[in-house]
């Protein structure tokens, strides 16, 4: 899909087919062969109707938009979750259904119904948000990034295990705590009707998410991602770690705080949603390699929750289970999913970059890549240039400091890197040390490529002309910004 973005609708459209048909060959239950493939088709359908969905979003939608987009297409996801669930709870209030075991032969069929309403409530929602937020048109590059840079980036690998992390906590917590209400028989009558304590744990986890997703967007579009994963993994922590130590005698009295719990973790669901799951891709992926970032979070969402739910499982059906031993793992375990978060930076606002200078020792201009949409005027160039060789004179001379390292004005910085007899500034929005070390191999590998020309150059600028394939090639795959 990132070679050719014009394929993402007939992927998604694939992925939706084979969904409906992994559920209709998945309600065949007399035939083991029919049900293995369901699965296998539903697994299928879900990888490329997810990529390709988020990946449509991520396209059209402005950077600073993403959060409340993602938000709308969630809402349009949960709303109909919300109703299978209530309905389930609804069954649950007549005896003669449940003795008759029609919610159990019935199912199958209200996942097909809500896997529709789903994707086309979500498909809706989507259209109507690109709509009204000012699409703008995704252009691929004409050097595709490696898979090896992606996966090299600190920043990639750092978010990548705090996905992991995450969800591993999510498919731990989310079950156990589920069957802890079932087995101190919670939540048996509320206000005449009797509730399981299964389903109403996740009726409220949805209601949760659904309430505060789209809230948590916007605020995610205007106080960065990073907060909203950190006040997500405190909530997460807040109820697990609460729940955990009220005594049990306590709790059977206090039915609402088992509830209150759930919501508390939906609420952690829908801080996830609009950050991990989708945004902070958004935020760290090249205008190319959009599919293959959010791959790799959906890669991350299901090793988690999957390794997560099988401890789950395990701690559920043990002889020694201790809900109380529980939430001190868990305190261990997101005490770890707080280290990557402290170190990377915000993905959010993306990276930019705008202007790209090399010249050599006493300020000659010899080579300028502009990132952005306007172009910079020969005379001015030489004006910053000249200017910046004056800053690093200063630093030598007066200082004794070498040459200028890093200056800040507003929200740019201008990054400054040496090599022999060349100096390299890159003006971008960050300062982070992954940006740092790839200035750093632009100016080596400049120096290689052009040390000929840079011996005997005389003032031709067109030597260098073929220097913007180096600019793209190498800091490609952190362009991130859209022309």
């Known amino acids: ?35 293995a493939s369901g699965l296998l088709l539903i ?13 449509l979003l991520g396209i059209t939608a402005h950077p600073s938009k993403r959060g409340r987009i993602v938000g709308y297409t969630m809402m349009g996801a949960l709303f109909p979750l919300l109703l299978l669930v209530t309905l389930r709870l609804l069954a649950s209030q007549i005896p003669q259904l449940t003795t008759l075991g029609y919610v159990g032969e019935h199912q199958d069929v209200l996942i097909i119904h809500g896997t529709i309403i789903v994707a086309i409530i979500s498909l809706i929602l989507s259209i109507m948000g690109m709509i009204f937020n000012h699409p703008v048109k995704w252009i691929n590059d004409q050097w595709p ?37 079932t087995d101190l028989e919670l939540v048996g009558t509320f206000q005449g009707l009797k509730l399981l304590a299964r ?3 996740w009726f409220f986890v949805i209601l949760g998410d659904l309430l505060f997703v789209l809230p948590l967007g916007h605020l995610s579009d205007r106080m960065g991602r990073k907060p909203i994963v950190i006040g997500s993994i405190y909530l997460l922590a807040l109820a697990v770690l609460g729940l955990s130590s009220i005594p049990v005698e306590l709790l059977k009295i206090n039915e609402w705080i088992f509830l209150l719990s759930a919501l508390i973790i939906g609420i952690s669901f829908a801080g996830v949603h609009v950050t991990l799951d989708s945004s902070v891709w958004y935020d760290l992926s ?31 059906f043990s002889k020694f289970f201790d809900f109380n031993l529980l939430g001190y793992v868990m305190l261990f375990v997101i005490v770890l999913v707080l280290l990557p978060l402290n170190i990377v930076d915000d993905s959010y606002p993306p990276l930019q970059f705008i202007l790209l200078l090399v010249r050599l020792k006493g300020g000659l201009l010899v080579f300028s890549h502009d990132f952005g949409k306007q172009h910079v005027e020969q005379n001015r160039l030489d004006l910053i240039s000249g200017a910046l060789e004056a800053i690093d004179t200063f630093m030598q001379e007066v200082l004794e400091e070498g040459y200028l390292r890093l200056v800040q004005h507003s929200t740019f910085f201008i990054l400054n890197d040496g090599y022999k007899d060349i100096r390299v500034n890159l003006i971008c929005n960050k300062s982070k040390k992954e940006i740092k070390d790839t200035l750093h191999l ?31 090639n190498i800091f490609g795959p952190l362009m991130v910004d859209f022309k």
Do not use: C
């Open 1 to 35: 899909m990132d070679n050719r973005p014009s394929l993402v609708n007939a992927l998604g459209l694939l992925g939706f087919v084979l969904i409906i048909l992994g559920l209709i060959a998945y309600t065949q239950i007399s035939s083991l062969e029919l049900l």
């Open 145 to 181: 990034t490696p898979d090896s840079k992606i996966l090299k980036r600190n920043s990639v690998q750092l978010y990548f295990l705090s996905h992991f992390l995450i969800y591993l906590i999510l498919g731990i917590s989310v079950g156990v705590i589920a069957r802890y209400g």
């Open 286 to 316: 090249p205008r190319d390699a959009m599919g293959r970032y959010l791959a790799l979070g959906l890669i991350s969402l299901i090793i988690g929750l999957g390794l997560g739910r099988l401890i789950g499982l395990n701690i559920e």
């Open 43 to 55: 697994g299928a359908g879900s990888s490329l109707l997810s990529v390709s969905a988020f990946s």
């Open 199 to 201: 389903d109403s744990f």
């Open 442 to 472: 632009f100016t080596v590998a400049f120096h290689e490529k052009y040390q000929n020309e840079l011996a005997q150059w005389t003032g031709n600028v067109n030597a260098f002309r073929e220097a913007a394939q180096l600019v793209e």
